[in-house]
């Protein structure tokens, strides 16, 4: 699974455990998460996220 790191703030959403705090379960992969997602953290939209390569 893919991760991706908020570019303002450095949050990284990990698809393998979601974020069960906001009702998304593990395995939710990033593209699948609604448009209007937020960085938990700072607020900042999807487009505000990079992928992490390995």
């Known amino acids: 699974m893919t991760k ?3 570019s303002i703030c ?3 959403y ?3 455990i979601g974020d069960p705090n906001r009702g998304i379960e593990a395995g939710t992969a990033f ?3 609604p448009d ?3 960085c938990p953290v ?3 939209g ?3 996220f ?3 390569k390995n």
């Open 4 to 6: 991706y790191k908020c």
């Open 10 to 12: 450095g949050y990284v």
């Open 14 to 16: 990990d698809s393998e």
């Open 31 to 33: 593209e699948d998460l």
């Open 36 to 38: 209007n997602f937020k």
């Open 42 to 44: 700072c607020g900042a």
């Open 46 to 48: 999807k487009t505000f």
């Open 50 to 52: 990079k992928e992490i």
